[in-house]
């Protein structure tokens, strides 16, 4: 690789260290889809009446710190009181739970003897009638009709959302009702019924305009997926999920490709947050554990995965020369895995840098690739589909201890390539600049796109190859690189990442003679 100044060396050097960087940091939620087919914007930032105060925590799978067993002991008042009389309450006899005041107690103690008076006269049994409301003590608030009923199957002050602290409440359009709990929300609505969300999950709700966002009212109450730590909640026009990435919204289109890849249990693993705008105002985007989801009123949804998100990314994402994805990653005629994109198609064969064949059934496919996709060694025009990652089962080439630490090669050194730094800068790895990313428990060898960078350097020189070409592959080689050292979602691998972008930056803009 072509020297470097001092500065830039310098600057290489931290990064290589990890010093000032960290993974990019997503843009906030601005006004999403409202259906699968036709986005629409919505006000995000609304705020209804009489949740002005409610400050939840900070998005995250273990933030939720309630004590949802702190009702399992409750039961009715016995013989309440239908008037206060100091001494002989219930409130004087035990300790007052819920962080109720001992006024709210006796308040409620009294609502208790009305109630149980008006059921003995009426001759009811139990508070099974629709219209009854009904008051659990220590709190003072009333629950009535359809979210009562909700409340007492969920097992009322014992259930996760112990007591009330709201009596029922109008929202915003003048037909649905709630009811605020310690611990979480009752909410209905004639289409939808009523349905508990917890605090925990109302954060992600409250994020996107709770029921006048793009996801609706409840339509369920939260559940855990099988076969994972993650929980979901399902609304009119979208969804929630919890997982350890944090709390994330989901709909429409974005939601559609995002099920036909397998959710969270496809390669882009679990959404991260809430979809977003792109810079241009017209599509959205939304991240995931392992990958994107773009969407484009002209395109429609396609998933960026892999090492085609990392070169993708690297070259400006939908801003670049590629633009957006008008299709998944695929299998062309000749054996190539590529993606269309907007402005260009990404070939990834020709970030590969290995022109070896393997023969596989009645073609010749590169054996990189081969060694990429072990499914094409059974033969075939296999379809790709989203695939979170490209390198992930690529054979490591090398594989070798230096000063106690593991250094992986995922591109080799060419067999013919000359090391010898007295010959100059086409001779020496990646010159001045360190020759790995030493991240993590081990680091990325960069040798081996360095040795190709110099002999394509050497053929510039001959007019065999454009400079364009050289730099271009040689950055597509170290995000390569990068995902296959670190082949799951880390820290380290946009690390890496960041070095790349930088040594690819380097080449591409300092003067060079050929």
Known sequence: MARPSRTITTLLFALTLGIGFTPTVQAQPTQPPAAASTPADNNADYVAPGREDLEPAEPGFDDNNVDNQAGKNWHPTTNPKSKVIPGQMRSDKEEIPGGFTKEQANRAEVQEAKEQATQARSGIQTFAVVDT??????SPFKVCGKIREKYDS???????????????LKVPDGVGRRNE????????????????????????????????GPLGYPTTDEFGLSGSIGRKQSFEHGHIYGSLAGLATIHGAIYDKWVQTGAEKGPLGYPTGDETKTPDGIGRFHNFTRGKIYWHPQYGAHSVVGAQQLIWE?????????????????????????????????DLSVYLGNTATTRVGEKLLNDKLVALYPELASGGNVEIGARNDLVANAETRDSRVVGGKEVVTIIPVPSYYVYDWHRGNLNDYCTS?????????KNADFRGPCAIHDMCYQAVSRGERTQSFCDERFHSQLLLTCEGVYSQYSVDRYRCG???????QVVKNAPHDF
């Open 133 to 138: 409301c009904r008051t659990y003590w220590p």
């Open 498 to 504: 960041n070095v790349a972008q930088v040594y690819y």
């Open 154 to 168: 969920l097992g009322g002050p014992q259930s996760f959302l112990t007591w009330p602290k709201s009596d029922e």
């Open 314 to 346: 690297a070259s400006g994402r939908e801003q670049g020369i590629y633009g957006y994805p008008t299709s998944e990653q695929f299998l062309d005629s000749k054996g190539n895995v590529v993606q269309n994109f907007s402005k260009s198609r990404l």
């Open 433 to 441: 600049s360190p020759d790995e990313y030493s991240g993590g428990v």
């Open 181 to 212: 709990f310690v611990n979480g929300f009752i909410y209905w609505h004639p289409n939808t019924g009523a349905h508990s969300i917890t605090t925990h999950f109302s954060v992600a709700w409250a994020r996107i305009g709770w029921e006048r």
